[in-house]
């Protein structure tokens, strides 16, 4: 059997450890011969140091993976089996201005939602297009597997103006939920199922079974009073949700949600949370000096616990469960970003969605689910709205395109609001922006 040759573009990302652990788990039935690690020129001495430690980790287990560190992607891209994207375009001092300037409106500040999230995907989505265009060429035959964020949007821009057809958003949000509910009901994880469907970051458990049982109602009633261990994020504020709202939703809802059902609470605890430690993009920050210090040590040859602090735990589980699956024509089910097709019946057809699929060989099959829920239809279509007009603004660079995303998000209070951000926040990033440059909006 030939070796699998799997390239990840942002390699130098704190997050890799997890990738390289998770492939050498697999390495039986996954048997990867080449991992190439890519970054740019500001990402070097990033990538080395957590190449170096991949280095470290596949010696240590013992398995043939050889590690190879690039600046240049055609190189890598060339005959590649699998391209995961983890990218962060004007790193993380761009996140900060995402999640500060929304702030000063009394708006939310997030990377995926609201202004933040509009912003992360118009310095994302051009690259992530320039990427597919190379794939197209350079390595036809391989899968795209995209966790950079907002994966929903950039799985949106993927499919209506990608290059390339083989494209898979993918989330930890799905697998890190059914990790939750697990430990909420003090069981193992493989006995639980959940059946996901909406958006990405906007995702819903219409069911949940353990052990084939339906037992929705008896995890919603968990999910209030008593602090549980929480169906949170290391992201995202665990703000109590009202029980008899989420007794009357009937469905679980995705950590995220609380941005939208808590808008006020989650606004005034980030006001207050940023005075005392900054945006959580300060605090990733600091949480990722601590973590390369940490894998410069030429001791250490494992993943480090530490890096289960940030938001992306599982992302190694969920990406080389998908890639073994895919490989080996497993069809297990599993959630991720994909063309509906019919799926989720009030989305439209060609755009994505995050639900439950079969995965084969020859791709993820989205498994039908009927319908959303009325009441949390209209949001989860507005959102839809939402990213498909953010992912024509970042296409065009259309200064009244993004004006219309800015407004229509759910969280920006008002035209005016939207406006005023959207100016700053295009003059604040217009280095990773270029193609806003040839529009202009002074006759607005
Ligand atoms: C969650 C999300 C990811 C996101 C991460 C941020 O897990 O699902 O999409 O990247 O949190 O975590 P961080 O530690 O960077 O705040």
Known sequence: MRGLK???????????????EGLIKRYDTLP???????????????????????KRMVAKAGVPIDIHLTLDRREALKDADFVTTQIRVGLLKARAKDEHIPLKYGVIGQETNGPGGLFKGLRTIPVIL?????MNELC????????SNPAGMVTE????????DKVIGLCNIPIGMRMRVARMLDVEAHRICIDFAGLNHMVFGLNVYLDGENVTERLLALMVGEKTPGLTAKNIPDIEWEPEFIKALGVLPCPYLKYYFQTDEMLREQQAVVKEQGTRAEVVQKLEEELFELYKNPDLDTKPPQLEKRG????SDAACSLIDSIFND???IQAVNVRNSGAIASIPAESAVEVNCVITRDGPKPIAVGDLPVPVRGLVQQIKSFERVAAEAA???DYHTALLAMTINPLVPSDAIAKRMLDEMLEAHQAYLPQFRQSSHSDI
Do not use: C, Q
């Not at 990867?32 to 991949?54: F, Q, S, T």
């Not at 320039?130 to 190379?134: F, K, L, V």
């Not at 821009?157 to 390339?164: I, M, P, S, V």
């Open 395 to 397: 296409v065009t660079g």
């Open 312 to 315: 992306g735990a599982y992302y």
């Open 6 to 20: 799997v390239v990840t573009i942002g390699g130098g990302s704190s997050y890799t450890p997890e990738l390289v």
């Open 330 to 332: 497993r069809r297990d």
């Open 140 to 147: 036809p035959n391989a899968w795209l597997i995209n966790f």
């Open 157 to 164: 821009a993927l499919l209506r103006y990608g290059e390339f």
């Open 32 to 54: 990867v011969r080449d991992l190439w690690l890519v970054d740019i020129p500001e990402g070097e001495e990033k990538l080395n140091i957590v190449g170096n430690l991949a």
């Open 130 to 134: 320039d990427i597919a265009r190379e």
